[in-house]
C-alpha cells in the first residue's frame, strides 16, 4: 500500500469518527467467509459500516480524532463497526451474533470520542433500545391514567347497581 493510500484510509476513518457516536472494535479471527459475509450484511440493513483496518492505519486515526485508546494493544484481527441510527445499535447487532459466533468477540470501544473497555461495550449492547425506552415511558405515564379511569368506572357502577336495586325494590312494592 503506497503512502498516500495509507493516509487517504486514516483520513476516511478519522471522518467516520467524528460522524458517528460509538465505534465498536471486534476481535473476528477464525470467522468463515461465510460468517463474516452474514455479519456484513446483517450491518448494512441496519445502515452501519464495518472496516477491516490494519492497527497502525486505525491507531494514527484516534490519535488525531483525540481518543485515548491503544489500538496495537488489542490482540487478534480487528474490525471497526461504526454508525447506526443510535449509540447502541452497532454494539446490540454485534453482541446477538457474538452469542451464535464465539470466534466474534468486541474487545473494545469509542462513544462520543471516549475509549470504552469490552466490559463497558457488552454492558452497551444490554441497553434497552431508544424505542423500549420510549415504550416504557409511556406505559409508565398510561398505568395512573388506566388505574383512574378504572377507578371512575368503578364508582358509575356501583351507581348504576344502586339506582337499579331501588328501581326493583320500588317495583316490588308496586310503586
Known sequence: MTRQQKENLVAEF?????????????????????????????LKQEGIK????KKTIAQKAMDEEGVEIDIRSLEGQLIF?????????????LNKFSKSNDS????????EG???????????AKLPTKEELIAKVVGSLKAPLS???NVLNGNLRSLVYV???IKDKKEEQGV
Open 14 to 42: 478519522k471522518k467516520d469518527l467524528a460522524a458517528t457516536k460509538t465505534v465498536v472494535i471486534c476481535d473476528y479471527k477464525g470467522l468463515t467467509v461465510q460468517e463474516m459475509t452474514e455479519l456484513r450484511r446483517n
Open 50 to 53: 464495518a472496516q477491516v483496518l
Open 81 to 93: 463497526v461504526s454508525g447506526g441510527e443510535d449509540e447502541i445499535t452497532a454494539a446490540k447487532l
Open 104 to 111: 466474534l468477540k468486541m474487545v473494545a470501544g469509542v462513544l
Open 114 to 124: 471516549k475509549a470504552m473497555n469490552q466490559e463497558e461495550v457488552v454492558a452497551l
Open 147 to 149: 388505574g383512574l379511569v
Open 163 to 165: 339506582l337499579q336495586a
